[in-house]
């Protein structure tokens, strides 16, 4: 399994970004078993759950700081999920992680077996 993750940037407040997790080893589908989560981490700063999808019901859930700015979607013809991420503010800046698998605690970091290497998105005022 391994993901990659691309589509960051830079942008301005209240702009918005689309970033993609490319998966290969396994389709994303709704007859996958994995959970997809995001991750972002800022410098000087532990890394904290952005969001999730269950690729089997699409369940997504979100932490509350990105709710109702930001989507998680599948895009099976690509074999990847997306994170678009709209009304961008400075302290969503970091680098954004997807990973695979976090069925059981798809909310922490230590629940995920598989790492994409992380894109950069900063967001200036």
């Known amino acids: 399994v391994q993901l990659q993750a691309s589509g960051g940037g830079l942008v301005q407040a209240g702009g918005s970004l689309r970033l993609s997790c490319a998966a290969s080893?396994?389709?994303?589908?709704?007859?996958?078993?994995?959970?997809i989560g995001w991750f972002r981490q800022a410098p000087g700063k532990e890394r904290e759950f952005v969001g999730c999808?269950?690729?089997?019901?699409?369940?997504?859930d979100y932490a509350d700081s990105v709710k109702g700015r930001f989507t998680i979607s599948r895009d099976n013809a690509k074999n990847a999920v997306s994170l678009q991420m709209n009304d961008l503010k400075p302290e969503d800046t970091g680098v954004y992680y997807c990973?695979?698998?976090?069925?059981?605690?798809?909310?922490?970091?230590?629940?995920?077996?598989?790492w994409g290497q992380g894109t950069q998105v900063t967001v200036s005022s």
């Open positions: 080893g396994f389709t994303i589908s709704r007859f996958s078993v994995y959970t």
């Open positions: 999808i269950t690729l089997s019901s699409d369940i997504t």
């Open positions: 990973a695979a698998d976090g069925s059981f605690f798809p909310s922490m970091s230590t629940g995920y077996q598989y």
